[in-house]
């Protein structure tokens, strides 16, 4: 209501200048076309102005919500910088002879500006780290500032699917603070809306994962209002607001990591993760597996372990639905994960029934 008081006062006294300025120019001296000419406009501009100026307010208010807080206060470092050095100049400036007297003054202050803003906001993540450093030093927090105590990392859709980014955070291992983008929330709600119902499932498990983050005070998670229109689909987006935030990316989609990595993005890979937890078992180890299933080549038998690492025995066809006792021969990591080849342990013997002939 305030807001549209102060549109109608400025549309009404702006537009209601121009019109008298207009008069001068092509109206006459008289009262009557005064009027006109100034109370025309006037009248005009205060019941339009709110309309546009609401539209520039969102505008507005969009475009900020897509600068991070350190490039924001380091543009108005700049700013204000460069206001000062040119006040400071205005006056030599002014004293030169002629043209050059009226020119130079403005003329150095638009360029000190546009300096000043570049140069603070290339340096943005500098200044950040030297603010960070010093709030360290006093030992005081810094809300304007991502602290290095405090982390973030933009949480991508088939991380939240996945699920295990919960069990992450409830173990203590969450890499801090967890952004989530409102564009991943609107994908996540389309997948959950899928007309296919494999498709639906994965995205009412994603917001289910999501709820718990949420209400899980050991997983501190931030909604993100940021937005890059101009970007296509969904992993582009993720890149651009790693790259302009610097903040790390969670993901298990390979193909995300491999773009992101080549831009320059850290990445945090769920599936690097699960693989690097798992216990180390080198060649010449004893394991105890059970054969569930046949393999690819005759004779072969396959198990898994605890971690779910697949181990695929030599001649362990015989010994299907039993376990057995295997001798790791050699250890393969692939692109999905660890693979474990393996032979029976001589003497092997069969815990729940005899071999299949």
Known sequence: MIANILYR?????????????????????????????????????AVVTPYPARAFQRWLNREMGRIPTQTFISAM???????????????????????????????????????????????????????????????????????????????DTSAIIDGRIADIGRAGFAPGILVIPKFVLEELQYIADSSDSLRRQRGRRGLEVLNKLQKEAA???????????????????????????????????????RVAELQGVRVLN????????????????????????????????VGFLDDGTMVVVEEGRRYLNNRVWVVVTRVLQTSVGRMIFAQLKNGAAARERGPRS
């Open 219 to 257: 997983v501190p998670v931030e909604i993100s209002e940021m937005d890059f229109k101009d970007a296509e689909g969904v992993d582009s987006k993720l890149v651009q607001m790693a790259k302009a935030t610097g903040y790390a990316i969670v993901t298990n989609d390979i193909g995300l990591n």
């Open 270 to 301: 769920i599936n690097q993760l699960a693989t690097a937890v798992k216990p180390v078992i080198l060649p010449g180890e004893e394991v105890e597996i059970r054969i569930i299933q046949e393999g690819k080549e005759y004779g072969q038998g």
């Open 77 to 155: 470092i700049g700013l204000l910088a460069a206001l000062v050095m040119s006040a400071l100049l205005a006056l030599p400036l002014s004293l030169l002879p002629g043209l050059a007297g009226k020119v130079a003054p403005a003329a150095v202050a638009v360029v000190l500006v546009y300096l000043g803003v570049s140069m603070m906001t290339a340096r943005s993540k500098t200044l950040a780290s030297i603010m960070d450093l010093k709030a360290s030093a006093q030992g005081k927090g810094n809300t304007a500032w991502e602290s290095p105590e405090n982390p973030r990392a933009i949480v």
């Open 9 to 45: 006062a400025a549309g009404f006294i702006l537009l209601g200048l121009i019109g008298w300025w207009l008069n001068g120019v092509f109206g006459g001296t008289d009262l009557r076309s005064i009027l006109i000419w100034t109370l025309g406009p006037a009248v005009v501009g």
